[in-house]
């Protein structure tokens, strides 16, 4: 079955960073567009970034430009979000998740696997 697992959330500091990795298994990867998306608390779900299914393109949310980097490698079956100069406001739970086209769409009925989530916390 198909199974998207997050890894690498946790604390940090403002202007730190982490990276974030999603395994991805029972389905092939290399089909398929692939996001980001976070849920802070008390907020709904944002679009954080999404890449391709053969990496030729991205998207990334305006708070994230410059400091999210998105990136798959098919061989490993896995989609990585590298974040730099973390803020607080990047506290969130993020998710990974498969959408059912090549590319990566903001839509959320355009997703049919989610993962369960690894939480970032950014505080001093």
């Known amino acids: 079955q198909v199974q998207l697992v997050e890894s690498g959330g946790g604390l940090a500091q403002p202007g730190g960073s982490l990276r974030l990795s999603c395994a991805a298994s029972?389905?092939?990867?290399?089909?398929?567009?692939m996001t980001w998306a976070r849920r802070a608390p008390g907020k709904g779900l944002e679009w954080v970034s999404g890449i391709w299914a053969d990496g030729s393109d991205t998207y990334y949310e305006d708070s994230v430009k410059g400091r999210f980097t998105i990136s798959r490698d098919n061989a490993k079956n896995t989609v990585t979000l590298q974040i730099n100069s973390l803020k607080p406001e990047d506290t969130a739970e993020y998710y990974c998740a498969k959408c059912v086209f090549m590319r990566a769409s903001r839509g959320v009925y355009e997703y049919d696997y989610w993962g369960q989530g690894t939480q970032v916390t950014v505080s001093s």
């Open positions: 029972g389905f092939t990867f290399s089909n398929y567009g």
